[in-house]
């Protein structure tokens, strides 16, 4: 059974910084795509950044504009979300996917099939 468990989140000003943990098990965590979205209250789940199983290559939403980056630690099964110059708009419940399926964009919630129970993200103006 898949778990992804989120952390770090909280509320931070206008400008600060947070980073993101999600903590992965019940899988073959070296060798899964990983990925974060957020929903913003009252809104559809987007995608905020992805990461292949080698970290060869990642890929942003196109609304973070060098401000965030996701690595991950292979070690310790955990990806990370490193967010910088958050903005009021970046207030959301964060979630880290897992279980990637190809058919699908990247982008797509469809195509990821493993979820965390999220973490809320509150920037203050």
């Known amino acids: 059974q898949v778990q992804l468990v989120e952390s770090g989140g909280g509320l931070v000003q206008a400008g600060g910084s947070l980073r993101l943990s999600c903590a992965a098990s019940?899988?073959?965590?070296?060798?899964?795509?990983m990925s974060w979205f957020r929903q913003p209250p009252g809104k559809e789940r987007e995608f905020v950044a992805s990461?292949?199983?080698?970290?060869?290559?990642?890929s942003y939403g196109d609304f973070v504009k060098g401000r965030f980056t996701i690595s991950r630690e292979n070690a310790k099964n955990t990806v990370y979300l490193q967010m910088h110059s958050l903005k009021p708009d970046d207030t959301a419940v964060y979630y880290c996917?897992?279980?990637?399926?190809?058919?699908?964009?990247?982008?797509?919630?469809?195509?990821?099939?493993?979820w965390g129970q999220g973490t809320l993200v509150t920037v203050s103006s």
């Open positions: 019940g899988l073959t965590f070296i060798g899964e795509d």
């Open positions: 990461i292949t199983s080698s970290a060869g290559r990642t």
């Open positions: 996917a897992a279980d990637y399926d190809l058919r699908y964009d990247e982008k797509d919630t469809s195509g990821w099939y493993a």
